[in-house]
């Protein structure tokens, strides 16, 4: 995890948390030229998404160490990149974030000309992974009601059909369904719920880091 701390109206910096910090320690005693290539690792797991278990074995053999050892370092260089790129933290923010994490003064040059170099890659990265809901624009609704058929006769089978209009921009969108009344009556108390709880100050929590995430991606 994470926490920030803003200084000033535009600097920002990244506080580790220990977890982050124990994941890093492997990576602080490593020469440059071994850090560079856990970086380049790192940015390409950013870029792909996967993760090769070939390479963390042929690392490990190398450097003497488990895949684990290798795997968690190569994680915690991909989220401190990705959330350095995502807070998008100038040079200066991003050393000063490092000062609680042992590396030496090149290592941390090195890390920060890293960073530099990808860091408009890996937002675009993180932009096209965010997603975005549709928006609700309007709701009609038609009630029909079957009162009879060839094989039967006195039936009273209401329907409800819905049509709601949805705007994913700039494309609106019709969802057309038909529902019973119990099953339209418990759709209606599901987002009922659904509303309250997102009056609870857990989701207002929520709702206003994803906001603040967003707003530096943008």
């Known amino acids: 995890g994470y926490q920030r701390r803003v200084r000033g109206k535009q600097e920002m910096l990244l506080i580790l948390d220990d977890k982050l910090k124990e994941d890093l320690n492997f990576l602080t005693q490593?020469?440059?030229?071994?850090?560079?290539e856990f970086c380049k690792i790192a940015?390409?797991?950013?870029?792909?998404?996967?993760?090769?278990?070939?390479?963390?074995?042929?690392?490990?053999?190398?450097?003497d160490q488990s895949v684990e050892v290798i795997s968690t370092?190569?994680?915690?260089?991909?989220?401190?990149?990705?959330?350095?790129?995502?807070?998008?933290?100038?040079?200066i923010d991003f050393i000063?974030?490092?000062?609680?994490?042992?590396?030496?003064?090149?290592s941390k040059n090195l890390l920060k000309d890293i960073y530099l170099e990808f860091k408009d890659e890996i937002r675009e990265i993180l932009r096209h992974l965010s997603f975005s809901l549709p928006e609700y624009r309007d709701v009609k609704w038609r009630l029909d009601i079957e009162l009879g058929s060839r094989s039967l006769r006195n039936l009273n089978n209401p329907l409800f059909v819905v049509?709601?209009?949805t705007l994913s921009h700039p494309q609106q969108t019709s969802h057309i369904f038909q529902a019973s009344y119990d099953n339209l009556k418990h759709l209606c108390t599901e987002l009922e719920l659904a509303l309250n709880e997102?009056?609870?100050?857990?989701?207002?929590?929520?709702?206003?880091?994803i906001t603040v995430s967003y707003t530096h991606l943008t």
């Open 73 to 91: 370092s190569v994680e915690a260089l991909s989220r401190l990149f990705q959330e350095a790129a995502r807070t998008n933290l100038s040079s």
């Open 96 to 106: 000063d974030s490092l000062l609680s994490v042992p590396f030496s003064a090149e």
């Open 198 to 209: 997102v009056k609870t100050p857990y989701c207002k929590r929520i709702i206003r880091n």
């Open 43 to 63: 940015i390409s797991i950013l870029r792909t998404g996967s993760r090769s278990l070939k390479l963390f074995q042929r690392a490990a053999q190398q450097l």
């Open 30 to 36: 490593q020469e440059p030229e071994v850090l560079t």
């Open 163 to 165: 049509q709601i209009e």
